[in-house]
């Protein structure tokens, strides 16, 4: 069966500052990977997804994800912190050929952004 | 593109009556639609997983006769929350998976839907 385990409820980072987000992952076939971004009372966005081509995956708004299947990783990165950034982040999920095309989520992390 | 939408976006109903919420994949074909629940502070959990044109796929836990789902075309599916009671105001987020993007399990999430049972 596949999970997601995002460590951190609740981070928090000042303005600026280097954004890390984790997120791990336990699948026994090649997964598809996603992030997704929430703000308050929306549906999701996605931020970027990996499917098994580049392993360093570009995403909007400056986010950047690198995976590595050594670690069973897929952390979100960005450089720079920026207010608007602020919103509950999701790590995604799904099995690649699956028949279902479930996305499992992670619990989500909570992005504070402090001036 | 990719876009897809929800109404209505907030509802209040008293509790036993019925509600009925529709997800619409705007321009695109989606033979596939998901349901999900959010409670506060909390992930996504899949409520079931809807096929045009076949009876919905539920999961583990979830009654299908509270919650009846239609997917009668590649760009509408309705959710029915029946004889509604305060414990199922939550937060209600469809999702479509692009048909020309079948390869990716890619979905596409609607802006949600408030429901509060009084």
């Known amino acids: 069966a596949q999970s997601v385990t995002q460590l951190g409820s609740h981070v928090s980072v000042s303005e600026g500052a280097l954004v890390l987000l984790r997120c791990n992952y336990s699948s026994s076939v090649p997964p598809y990977l996603f992030w997704y971004v929430q703000y308050p009372n929306q549906g999701l966005q996605l931020l970027l997804k990996?499917?098994?081509?580049?392993?360093l995956v570009k995403g909007i708004n400056g986010f950047e994800a690198e995976f590595k299947k050594s670690e069973t990783s897929f952390h979100l990165t960005k450089p720079s912190a920026h207010m608007s950034d602020a919103a509950e982040y999701f790590c995604?999920?799904?099995?690649?050929?699956?028949?279902?095309?479930?996305?499992?989520f992670g619990t989500g992390t909570l992005l504070a952004v402090q001036p | 593109g990719a876009v897809v939408s929800q109404h209505p976006s907030r509802v209040i109903c008293k509790s036993g009556t019925s509600v009925k919420i529709e997800c619409r994949s705007l321009d695109f074909q989606a033979t596939t639609m998901f349901w999900y629940r959010q409670f506060p502070k909390q992930s996504l959990m899949l409520m079931a997983t809807?096929?045009?044109?076949?009876?919905?796929?539920?999961e583990q836990g979830v009654e299908k006769d509270k919650f009846l789902i239609n997917h009668a075309s590649l760009t509408l599916s309705t959710l029915t929350v029946t004889s509604a009671h305060p414990e199922d105001s939550s937060f209600y987020i469809c999702s479509a998976r692009d048909l020309g993007l079948a390869g990716y399990n890619e979905q596409f999430f609607g802006p949600g839907t408030r429901l509060t049972v009084l």
């Open positions: 995604a999920v799904s099995e690649v050929g699956g028949a279902t095309n479930k996305l499992i």
């Open positions: 809807s096929n045009e044109g076949s009876k919905a796929t539920y």
């Open positions: 990996y499917t098994s081509a580049a392993t």
